[in-house]
């Protein structure tokens, strides 16, 4: 992608699975800094060789968007609804896939879209974007760790499985708490010991809207005297991302 921009071209198009899009979304938008051109991520649900295929129409839609919307930022573009109208430009830190199977799996979680495409022309939805500059020169940071994992919290929960990852070295762990920001009080020795020994632990919450706010409840407070970081209404999947990418 780097190589493509520095060439001189008015846009970047990326066909990729649906599975793991939202993740390779969140990962450009932190390795490519100060892009001059979009940067776009495109799939399809039905496959190319299915007469319902969505494939063509998508990569269409995205190469039109790619090559003259107003924008210089990383998004996911998807079908804005079932039918063929239109598409929507996805940020590409706020994305989630949302549906296994319907044309319009991809939502805005905490955030509006960036921008439509109708009828071969981008509408931007949000004012607050950065604008096309062909000027302007690409920053590339592309490293990211291994060594950092996204734990799902549940009843039941075994602390053992966050004292592994210590063990093993990892540098972060980002929980997926329940509610505003939560775990099981078992796992408080586990965590706090974590935090001793420089393990970064982030908290993001199962929910798909709103935010974490861990001063509400007695849970959320201990946790945070304890050193687990609240992580707002960042996606899992995004934190995730962009603690590979910090270390």
Same mark, same amino acid.
């Given at each position: 992608i780097a190589r493509h921009i520095e060439d001189g071209v008015d846009g970047v198009v990326v066909a990729h699975g649906t599975d793991t899009m939202a993740y390779t979304a969140a990962a450009l938008s932190f390795a490519l800094q100060d892009l001059p051109v979009p940067v776009l991520l495109v799939g399809s649900q039905r496959s190319s060789d299915r007469p319902s295929s969505d494939a063509a129409l998508n990569l269409l839609y995205s190469v039109t968007a790619a090559a003259n919307a107003p924008f210089? *930022? @990383?998004a996911l573009a998807f079908r804005d609804s079932i039918s063929d109208n239109a598409m929507v430009l996805h940020r590409g830190t706020k994305v989630r896939k949302c549906h296994t199977s319907r044309r319009d799996t991809f939502k805005s979680i905490n955030a509006k879209p960036l921008a439509r495409i109708e009828e071969g022309k981008a509408t931007m939805v949000t004012e607050d974007y950065q604008k096309r500059d062909p000027k302007r020169k690409l920053v590339l940071k592309p490293n990211f760790e291994e060594k950092i994992a996204l734990v799902k919290t549940h009843p039941g929960f075994n602390p053992q499985l966050i004292e592994w990852l210590v063990e093993d070295g990892y540098h972060g762990i980002i929980l997926e708490g329940t509610g505003l920001g939560h775990v099981s009080t078992t796992c408080f020795n586990a965590i706090k010991r974590a935090v001793e020994k420089k393990v970064f632990v982030g908290m !993001?919450?199962?929910c798909l809207w709103g935010r974490v706010d861990?001063? @509400?409840? *007695? !849970?959320g407070r201990d946790l945070m005297a304890i050193g687990?970081?609240?992580l707002g209404d960042m996606l899992p999947e995004t934190a995730l991302v962009k603690l590979l990418w910090v270390y």
């Amino acid at each position: 992608i780097a190589r493509h921009i520095e060439d001189g071209v008015d846009g970047v198009v990326v066909a990729h699975g649906t599975d793991t899009m939202a993740y390779t979304a969140a990962a450009l938008s932190f390795a490519l800094q100060d892009l001059p051109v979009p940067v776009l991520l495109v799939g399809s649900q039905r496959s190319s060789d299915r007469p319902s295929s969505d494939a063509a129409l998508n990569l269409l839609y995205s190469v039109t968007a790619a090559a003259n919307a107003p924008f210089a *930022e @990383v998004a996911l573009a998807f079908r804005d609804s079932i039918s063929d109208n239109a598409m929507v430009l996805h940020r590409g830190t706020k994305v989630r896939k949302c549906h296994t199977s319907r044309r319009d799996t991809f939502k805005s979680i905490n955030a509006k879209p960036l921008a439509r495409i109708e009828e071969g022309k981008a509408t931007m939805v949000t004012e607050d974007y950065q604008k096309r500059d062909p000027k302007r020169k690409l920053v590339l940071k592309p490293n990211f760790e291994e060594k950092i994992a996204l734990v799902k919290t549940h009843p039941g929960f075994n602390p053992q499985l966050i004292e592994w990852l210590v063990e093993d070295g990892y540098h972060g762990i980002i929980l997926e708490g329940t509610g505003l920001g939560h775990v099981s009080t078992t796992c408080f020795n586990a965590i706090k010991r974590a935090v001793e020994k420089k393990v970064f632990v982030g908290m !993001t919450s199962q929910c798909l809207w709103g935010r974490v706010d861990m001063k @509400v409840y *007695e !849970t959320g407070r201990d946790l945070m005297a304890i050193g687990v970081v609240p992580l707002g209404d960042m996606l899992p999947e995004t934190a995730l991302v962009k603690l590979l990418w910090v270390y």
